[in-house]
T-cell receptor
Framework: DQQVKQNSPSLSVQEGRISILNCDYT??????FLWYKKYPAEGPTFLIS?????DKNEDGRFTVFLNKSAKHLSLHIVPSQPGDSAVYFC???????????FGKGTRLHILP | DAGVIQSPRHEVTEMGQEVTLRCKPI?????LFWYRQTMMRGLELLIY????????DSGMPEDRFSAKMPNASFSTLKIQPSEPRDSAVYFC?????????FGPGTRLTVL
């Protein structure tokens, strides 16, 4: 039973446009949410996080939105750049220093 | 800091052989995690340690898998005997509060 779900295995977006990656979760105890980015032959790297007391966190081109009532979060990248092409993992934990549960990932292709 | 170090980066072995994957976490990090990535299941948590003590090994698939952390700077994940379905990329990660840092992974192929 997947507690963190990324229902889109892949997504293609034109360079310069907005990329929106979605994630749903089932465990209402999750209190901390993260996005990781992964390039081929490398380990995932931390991108941005949000705690449940917020509904939005922004870092440069990256914004994460959290809708607790819907158990849904999304990552917005604007404007999208070629270097954003990667696999993006949504993740969640019950508290900030707990084990992190990952989704299966969404492969983002930025088209020239 | 060199980050999380994993060895070997690639391992090809035959079914039935023992495989040992190694990890050196970032100095000062108290938690260490072992993950397995496959196309079908994504990134699965196998086991994690806090202060060298195994906290949760519920993700370890079966008794053929074992993990140890004899000290704060070293951990191993052992598979014995290995099977073709164990073929995957295995990641080690260590954490400071709020963020996990991943190693480059070990790509394991069991023939």
């Amino acid at each position: 039973d997947q507690q963190v779900k990324q229902n889109s295995p892949s997504l293609s977006v034109q360079e310069g446009r907005i990329s929106i990656l979605n994630c749903d979760y089932t465990n209402s105890m999750f209190d901390y949410f993260l996005w990781y980015k992964k390039y081929p032959a490398e380990g995932p790297t931390f991108l941005i996080s949000i705690s449940s007391i917020k509904d939005k966190n922004e870092d440069g081109r990256f914004t994460v939105f959290l809708n607790k009532s819907a158990k849904h979060l999304s990552l917005h990248i604007v404007p999208s750049q070629p270097g954003d092409s990667a696999v993006y993992f949504c993740a969640a934990s019950v508290y900030v220093d707990d084990k992190i549960i990952f989704g299966k990932g969404t492969r983002l292709h930025i088209l020239p | 800091d060199a980050g999380v170090i994993q060895s070997p980066r690639h391992e090809v072995t035959e079914m039935g052989q023992e495989v040992t994957l190694r990890c050196k976490p970032i100095s000062g990090h108290n938690s260490l995690f072992w993950y397995r990535q496959t196309m079908m299941r994504g990134l699965e948590l196998l086991i994690y340690f806090n202060n060298n003590v195994p906290i949760d090994d519920s993700g370890m698939p079966e008794d053929r898998f074992s993990a140890k952390m004899p000290n704060a700077s070293f951990s191993t994940l052992k598979i014995q005997p290995s099977e073709p379905r164990d073929s995957a990329v295995y990641f080690c990660a260590s954490s400071s509060p709020g963020e996990q840092f991943f190693g480059p992974g070990t790509r394991l192929t069991v023939l």
